[in-house]
């Protein structure tokens, strides 16, 4: 019989992840800016947990809150000027948009397309989120990639 | 492995408490009767256990009341129950939430908080102010399975001889609650 996956408890799911994300936060902002934006990540990751409908991928979730709450760090951290001389396209973030182009792909590649293209993230961390390694990140990234042509030449 | 420091660990459980997104908080007690697990919804104080196993009582929380659980302070049951165990609360001023607890087991809980501090009663006198004077094992049932012992005097039921019979916490535990009180010389 094959194990239901259901999602824990949300004390276990913290306890599990919020070193390694602490530890992620501070590789991509500075240990100043890591502890306001570990609280934010946990707490959208609270709002959102009662939307989980299985207990798969739980750390890439995880990691993916974390990734996003980083990068509005760095879009508020952007000097004002920049921002207004961008243009207007450059008011969505990349990574709305690679969500919205890698939906369908199976859990462990959009989480490594989302990561990689969307956040920006190294294969080393993205192995990390996937509990796998980095070739392995890099193998699920580009099969994600595969996948998404494929299905935009249909 | 990166471990999260207390005061961040400690702010990140209160924001969490007091964000209005957790289905229950749970806290852990030292108690001078032992460790115990005092949980609470939104709506009230809803489960009190002895020697808790933590992981196995966050499963249970998460089934009757949401996934969302977390270990977070909760500071006025503790301060209550402290007030208790030094013999200066004889009764307690909390909410309490007694959700999925059937009808019969609620009348009879009801009928138990009334019983005052340092008094005891019996299970056959509770089955008979629930108008089930033959329950009196049925009694005895509802008070092993009370969710908020302590708070839910069940510590005042015994036997109809005065023997204390049987208590969720223990013999010894009931013996010690009820010297406490005074109901015991």
Redesign the interface.
């Known amino acids: 019989m094959m194990d239901a996956v259901t999602v824990p408890p949300f004390e276990r799911f913290y306890e599990t992840w919020s070193g390694e994300i602490l530890a992620f936060l501070r590789r991509r902002l500075g240990a100043a800016d890591a502890e306001d934006a570990f609280q934010e990540t946990f707490l959208r990751a609270l709002r959102g947990y009662d939307g989980l409908e299985h207990g798969r991928e739980l750390r890439a979730w995880a990691y993916t809150i974390a990734a996003r709450v980083a990068a509005d760090v760095h879009r508020r951290r952007r000097p004002a000027a920049e921002a207004v001389e961008g243009t207007a396209d450059d008011s969505r973030p990349a990574y709305a948009e690679i969500e919205h182009l890698a939906d369908g792909l199976p859990p462990t590649e959009r989480a490594a397309v989302v990561l990689r293209y969307g956040y920006d993230l190294s294969y080393e961390d993205i192995g990390a989120a996937l509990g796998s390694n980095a070739d392995a990140a890099r193998q699920a990234t580009s099969s994600g990639i595969r996948r998404m042509r494929r299905k935009e030449l249909q | 492995?990166?471990?999260?420091p207390d005061s961040?660990?400690r702010?990140?459980r209160a924001?969490?408490a007091s964000?209005g997104?957790?289905d229950v908080a749970y806290d852990l007690f030292d108690s001078p009767f032992g460790m115990l697990l005092l949980a609470a919804s939104p709506r009230g104080l809803c489960r009190i256990s002895y020697d808790p196993e933590p992981?196995r009582e966050?499963?249970g929380?998460?089934k009757r009341f949401?996934?969302?659980?977390?270990?977070a302070p909760l500071d006025d049951p503790r301060r209550q129950l402290d007030e208790y165990f030094e013999g200066r609360r004889h009764s307690f001023n909390l909410e309490l939430d007694l959700v999925g607890v059937g009808p019969f087991p609620r009348r009879v809980l009801d009928e138990l908080a009334l019983v005052p501090y340092g008094e005891v009663t019996t299970y056959g006198r509770l089955a008979a102010q629930v108008e089930r004077p033959r329950a009196a094992r049925a009694v005895g049932t509802v008070m092993n399975r009370n969710p908020l012992p302590i708070v839910l005097p069940c510590h005042r039921v015994v036997g109809s001889t005065g023997k204390l019979v049987g208590y969720g916490g223990g013999l010894e535990r009931k013996e010690r609650l009820l010297r406490l009180e005074g109901a015991l010389l």
């Open positions: 492995m990166t471990t999260v961040l660990d702010r990140f924001a969490a964000s997104l957790l992981e966050t499963e929380l998460a949401g996934l969302r659980v977390l270990r």
